[in-house]
């Protein structure tokens, strides 16, 4: 469950840091949904992302299982890349 819970941090991270990417790289795209107090709820969000990250891998009750947290990390980044490439491919 702990694993679980740290890939799906993983993921509502990148997702927080996506908002900025979309609003760079698209301004003119209509939003059905907008974020209050922009950019401020963001990087709060990011923040705590983060936190919640670092501190699942230093809590002593976890470094037991910190290799296995460790190679889900990479899984995760070896994992982008392919994404990059897929979607460029049929896109």
């Keep these: 469950t702990n694993m679980l819970i740290f890939v799906i941090w993983i993921f509502y991270t ?8 979309l609003r760079k790289k ?4 209509a939003r059905p949904y ?6 401020i709820i963001p990087i709060i ?8 990250l670092f501190m699942t891998l230093i ?3 976890y ?6 947290a460790l190679v889900g990390v990479i899984f995760t ?11 460029k491919k049929y896109h």
């Excluded at 907008?34 to 950019?39: A, F, H, R, T």
């Excluded at 969000?45 to 919640?52: D, K, L, M, N």
């Excluded at 982008?80 to 897929?86: D, E, F, K, R, T």
Aim: proline letters at 11%.
């Design 14 to 21: 990148m997702v927080f840091i996506t908002v900025f990417i």
């Design 45 to 52: 969000a990011i923040g705590g992302g983060v936190f919640i």
């Design 77 to 87: 980044l070896i994992g982008l890349p392919i994404y990059s490439h897929l979607d």
């Design 59 to 61: 809590s002593s009750d």
């Design 34 to 39: 907008k974020v209050p107090l922009y950019p």
């Design 26 to 29: 698209e301004p003119e795209l």
């Design 63 to 68: 470094m037991s299982n910190q290799i296995p």
